[in-house]
């Protein structure tokens, strides 16, 4: 489910697999076994995806419940997927 959401959510945001590799300072192989589920990012990695996204980290890892407990309507095609509550980046 996170490779799914995440390789959809990039390609929503127009971000190409180099760029994203590029944005984490990780090898762009690296990013590609993140979407093939090959592997999976540290926390640390996953918390910047998300900002990079902006898209929660729970929607990343399918934690819809959790969102809709905040309010946010997580029913949408894997093509539009949700912003974070208010649009705003966690501080």
């Known amino acids: 489910m996170f490779n799914d ?8 945001r127009k971000y190409t697999q180099q760029q994203m590799a590029e944005l984490l300072h990780i090898a762009t192989r690296n990013y590609q076994k993140y979407e ?3 592997t999976t990012p540290p926390y640390e990695t ?3 995806l998300s900002d990079i996204l902006d898209i929660s980290v ?5 934690r819809d419940e959790f969102l809709k407990s905040l309010g946010v309507f997580v029913d949408v095609p ?10 705003r980046l966690s501080q």
């Open 36 to 38: 093939q589920g090959a």
């Open 58 to 62: 729970d929607y990343l890892l399918g």
């Open 78 to 87: 894997q093509a539009n997927p949700p912003r974070r509550p208010n649009g």
């Open 5 to 12: 959401r995440l390789r959809s959510t990039r390609l929503h």
């Open 46 to 48: 996953l918390v910047t």
